[in-house]
């Protein structure tokens, strides 16, 4: 099941820039997870953040969280070209026994 | 990191055979593992709940008889597509929580790419 929207669908950069991506939610979760995919293959876990927490950091990845929102961030710094995947957000919601749903992920190129 | 393998990768078979696939936790226990299909281009959707010694809970539109789940240990869960079609040719994930740690980390196979002629 989904609940999520990511935005932008697609992202087009250049090697070295950021990428910004946004995930946001309907229901109270537990917490929100960002996954990468690359093409035709398993997802990798990224990151999770807490619902009580508000951001978290990660080698080059950076993810906030407002619940009062009901939102997320990832952003990516100095993308590289092996950032090129799709990416997915992901939320436990609170009553959920720990199915999660999934938003509908950004594809993002990083062009050389 | 934890690992969790499928098998097998990739499978093409006759229309109006049956198919299974493997997942398993390579190095941890895991009582609860998720199975799902994704098409192209789209996102996840969570087929079924598959749970350590009971039935598996199916979502909403997933026939329990065309796609059997069988959660026989920690280790191991399988997905049956029994009298395939072309429409359930797609990529089919598993994804596995484990039982030692807090729960709130999924640790996916690589998805089994299934076509069906």
């Known amino acids: 099941s989904q609940q999520g929207e990511e935005d932008p669908q697609a992202l087009s950069i250049q090697e070295g820039e950021n990428a910004t991506m946004n995930c946001s939610y309907k229901t109270s979760i537990n917490n929100l997870q960002w996954y990468r995919q690359n093409s035709g293959r398993g997802l990798v876990h990224l990151i999770l953040i807490r619902s009580n927490e508000r951001e978290k950091h990660s080698g080059r990845l950076r993810v906030t969280l407002d619940t009062s929102k009901k939102s997320s961030s990832l952003l990516i710094t100095a993308s590289r070209a092996a950032d090129t995947a799709s990416y997915f957000c992901a939320t436990d919601a609170a009553d959920s026994n720990y199915q999660l749903i999934w938003g509908a992920g950004t594809k993002l190129i990083i062009k050389p | 990191g934890a690992v969790v393998s499928q098998h097998p990768s990739w499978v093409i078979c006759k229309s109006g055979t049956s198919v299974k696939i493997e997942c398993r936790s390579l190095?941890?226990?895991?009582?609860?593992m998720f199975w799902y299909r994704q098409f192209p281009k789209q996102s996840l959707m969570l087929m079924a709940t598959s749970n350590e010694g009971s039935k598996a809970t199916y979502e909403q539109g997933v026939e329990k008889d065309k796609f059997l789940i069988n959660h026989a240990s920690l280790t191991l869960s399988t997905l049956t597509v029994t009298s395939a079609h072309p429409e359930d040719s797609s990529f089919y994930i598993c994804?596995?929580?484990?039982?030692?740690?807090?729960?709130?980390?999924?640790?996916f196979g690589p998805g089994t790419r299934l076509l069906v002629l």
């Open positions: 190095d941890f226990q895991a009582t609860t």
């Open positions: 994804s596995a929580r484990d039982l030692a740690g807090m729960g709130e980390t999924q640790y």
